[in-house]
């Protein structure tokens, strides 16, 4: 994706819509964390694709642990964050490595389909998703999935405004 925020829309909705089997903080992070990689090779300067070993499934998915082992002592900070945002939150560990790696993968998925230099399945050079849809498509899904996440948001919302 060219910018990070665009994986929001589909990250968030994914995390709404399976809220109780995913930790949606640390899933959603998780896809800002695998672009820690191209703010990396940038500022360095260093002349790699921007998209290297953090962008594939086999690294990607030990980024995604190691956010959500990083993360497992801010589960309260999240819980209170939760909270006011009218959203349930119960975690675990387990919880949250999971959702740590679904999201890192989640982030390789979208960005395979838009940029060249993903190797989903590194050390492969295989691109079988690359251009699957166009980026202006890939775009579009993302801010609609964006829209659905706002519109779920407020659903559970009112729906829990209903309980009180």
């Known amino acids: 994706m060219p910018y990070t925020p665009y994986h929001f829309g589909p990250s968030g909705f994914v995390g709404l819509v399976f809220k109780k089997y995913i930790d949606i903080p640390?899933?959603?992070l998780a896809n800002v964390v695998v672009d820690v990689e191209v703010l990396v090779i940038n500022l360095l300067g260093l002349g790699w694709p921007v998209h290297r070993y953090a962008h594939t499934l086999l690294i990607g998915a030990v980024v995604?642990?190691?956010w959500a082992l990083a993360a497992y002592p801010l589960r309260r900070l999240f819980?209170?964050?939760m909270t006011i945002l009218y959203l349930p939150y119960q975690t675990s560990l387990r919880k949250m490595l999971i959702s740590g790696i679904l999201g890192a993968w989640l982030?390789?998925?979208i960005d395979?389909?838009?940029?060249?230099d993903v190797r989903l399945f590194w050390p492969s050079r295989v691109k079988?998703?690359?251009e699957l849809l166009t980026k202006q498509q890939v775009k579009t899904l993302c801010i609609g999935f964006f829209v659905l996440a706002f519109i779920?948001?407020?659903l559970i919302v009112k729906s829990r405004m209903k309980q009180k």
Request: no cysteine; glycine share 4%; proline share 4%.
């Open 64 to 66: 995604g642990a190691f």
């Open 112 to 116: 395979s389909v838009y940029h060249y």
């Open 107 to 109: 982030h390789v998925l």
């Open 79 to 81: 819980k209170k964050i």
């Open 128 to 130: 079988p998703l690359y």
């Open 26 to 28: 640390v899933f959603v």
């Open 152 to 154: 779920e948001y407020v």
